[in-house]
């Protein structure tokens, strides 16, 4: 059974860091793209950042880059997300994605349950 646990959210004021992790079982996590996707109150879900399954090549938003670094140990089988100069925009629920994409173009995916970041005064 699949199991993927995001932790590390919280309160943070405008302008701090904070580092969310995802760690998961179940699967073999090398074979695996993961991804951070984030929603806040009354907006879809948007990807915020993906790294392949080796960690050789990284995608962000535009609104991030430069600010968050994703991250993975497949060793250890979790991936990260390293949030710097958090802006209260970025104030949202943070989920953990892991795709398996098959040979015939069909995905698998898993997603964890969230984690709360809030960036506040």
């Known amino acids: 059974q699949v199991h993927i646990v995001e932790y590390g959210g919280g309160l943070v004021q405008p302008g701090g860091s904070l580092r969310v992790s995802c760690s998961t079982s179940g699967l073999t996590f090398s074979r695996y793209a993961m991804s951070w996707y984030r929603q806040a109150p009354g907006k879809e879900r948007e990807l915020v950042a993906s790294?392949?399954?080796?960690?050789?090549?990284?995608n962000y938003a535009d609104s991030v880059k430069g600010r968050f670094t994703i991250s993975r140990d497949n060793a250890k089988n979790t991936v990260y997300l390293q949030m710097n100069n958090l802006k209260p925009e970025d104030t949202a629920v943070y989920y953990c994605n892991a795709r398996y994409a098959r040979d015939d173009g069909r995905n698998y995916d898993y997603w964890g349950q969230g984690t709360q970041v809030t960036v506040s005064s």
């Open positions: 790294i392949t399954r080796t960690g050789g090549s990284t």
